[in-house]
């Protein structure tokens, strides 16, 4: 089976940007585990400097190149590049991991599997530039779009199902993101006080709130520091974020280390008593999914699909979103207690291990096509 996977890919799989890049990797060297896939992935973006084919293993990874400065978003015009490169690969089966690609298969004419990672039309309500909102409100439309033509969808949370079961007749395929076995390997070389932030510098993770809470737990903890990996996505609110560091003080316990390598990654993770995620609005982030395959406690806002990921009180805290006291409180708590610390984190690699391991969500991957594929056979379509 020629198996066409549309999804963000990193351009240089050492430099990983999280999230959904994460996942097109992991996703497809698991996948090329078997060897009756042919695995050809698209990558469409203006990050691509120019069009090119590369082998990273049993996966064929064709990237192409949109320009920087435009006048139509790159999300519409990277319809019809998309679409070009299908007619040119034939492949037997989609897998498109954003709804813009998903809108390219469906309109080219080929049978597509639409995985979604997040809602954009909530995600939108997020950000105040509006840049960002523009593009999560084209991609909100070519999402409303497929849905109602698509035929099966992979929803990466329950909260997936329950946001779009009302809107689609599509057939739902329940499968978690994956994660790389080497963040199971990490033996946990932690540093007094670490914690870590990883993730963009923006409104939807809202660092302000993680900020202010360190503020707080300097006052019961006085080796507490935050590690911030993460790039940032637009240039007026890191200003925000930087000016309030300076303004209370933190500016010798707030690191900005910017996007980091896989290996630095992976030290970060190592080293960190916890991971702090104050988002306001999740899906499925990957960043829970690593700090628990890395043996590390979490807390994390009651956002989206937060609480499928986070055993609250066993792998880690949940708290509200925006509520500077609370995830204070929990910080503290962690960083206070040793042993809570490693038996939240024990917890939370195994849960890691039985749900987030490449190899198992591949695999699960690999059925939903066979099925598709099978279904697709026995109508003759």
């Known amino acids: 089976?020629?198996?066409?996977?549309?999804?963000?890919?990193?351009?240089?799989?050492?430099?990983?940007?999280?999230?959904?890049?994460?996942?097109?990797?992991?996703l497809a060297q698991g996948l090329a585990r078997h060897a009756d896939l042919d695995v050809h992935v698209v990558h469409c973006h203006s990050e691509v400097p120019a069009d090119r084919t590369a082998q990273h293993g049993r996966v064929t990874v064709h990237y192409l190149s949109r320009p920087r400065r435009r006048v139509i978003p790159n999300l519409i015009t990277g319809v019809g590049r998309v679409a070009g490169m299908l007619r040119e690969l034939q492949p037997d089966l989609v897998n498109a991991h954003t709804s813009q690609y998903a809108f390219a298969a469906l309109r080219a004419g080929f049978p597509t599997i639409y995985?979604?990672?997040?809602?954009?039309?909530?995600?939108?309500?997020?950000?105040?530039?509006?840049?960002?909102?523009?593009?999560?409100?084209?991609?909100?439309?070519?999402?409303r779009w497929v849905?109602?033509?698509?035929?099966?969808?992979?929803?990466?949370?329950?909260?997936?199902?329950?946001?779009?079961?009302?809107?689609?007749?599509?057939?739902?395929?329940?499968?978690?993101?994956?994660?790389?076995?080497?963040?199971?390997?990490?033996?946990?070389?932690?540093?007094?006080g670490r914690i870590?932030?990883?993730?963009?510098?923006?409104?939807?993770?809202?660092?302000?709130?993680?900020?202010?809470?360190?503020?707080?737990?300097?006052?019961?903890?006085?080796?507490?520091?935050?590690?911030?990996?993460?790039?940032?996505?637009?240039?007026?609110?890191?200003?925000?974020?930087?000016?309030?560091v300076r303004e209370q003080g933190l500016e010798a316990y707030a690191r900005f280390l910017g996007l980091l390598d896989v290996p630095a990654m992976l030290r970060e993770y190592d080293e960190c008593a916890l991971l702090a995620l104050p988002s306001r609005q999740e899906t499925a982030p990957v960043v829970l999914l690593e700090a628990m395959a890395a043996g590390k406690p979490v807390v994390a806002t009651d956002v989206g699909g937060v609480r499928d990921?986070?055993?609250?009180?066993?792998?880690?805290?949940?708290?509200?979103?925006?509520?500077?006291?609370?995830?204070?409180?929990?910080?503290?708590?962690?960083?206070?207690?040793?042993?809570?610390?490693?038996?939240?984190?024990?917890?939370?690699?195994?849960?890691?291990?039985?749900?987030?391991?490449?190899?198992?969500?591949?695999?699960?991957?690999?059925?939903?096509?066979?099925?598709?594929?099978?279904?697709?056979?026995?109508?003759g379509t």
């Open 115 to 143: 995985t979604i990672h997040g809602v954009a039309h909530r995600e939108a309500r997020t950000f105040r530039h509006w840049q960002h909102r523009l593009i999560l409100w084209i991609t909100a439309f070519y999402d």
């Open 1 to 26: 089976m020629r198996l066409a996977l549309l999804i963000d890919y990193p351009v240089d799989p050492n430099r990983i940007p999280g999230g959904v890049r994460a996942v097109a990797y992991h």
């Open 196 to 244: 870590l932030f990883a993730g963009t510098i923006s409104e939807r993770k809202d660092p302000l709130t993680l900020l202010a809470a360190l503020a707080l737990v300097r006052e019961r903890v006085p080796e507490a520091h935050l590690h911030l990996a993460g790039r940032a996505i637009d240039p007026v609110y890191p200003r925000r974020v930087e000016e309030f």
């Open 309 to 379: 990921l986070v055993e609250d009180g066993a792998s880690g805290f949940i708290v509200p979103a925006g509520d500077v006291p609370a995830m204070a409180g929990r910080i503290t708590q962690l960083l206070q207690d040793e042993e809570l610390r490693r038996r939240m984190g024990q917890r939370g690699r195994e849960i890691a291990r039985a749900r987030f391991r490449r190899d198992v969500v591949a695999d699960q991957y690999y059925a939903i096509y066979q099925e598709v594929a099978g279904r697709r056979e026995a109508s």
């Open 147 to 192: 849905i109602r033509r698509v035929s099966d969808i992979i929803a990466i949370s329950p909260y997936i199902v329950e946001e779009y079961r009302r809107r689609t007749r599509a057939r739902f395929h329940r499968v978690d993101n994956p994660v790389g076995e080497e963040y199971f390997e990490l033996e946990g070389q932690e540093v007094p």
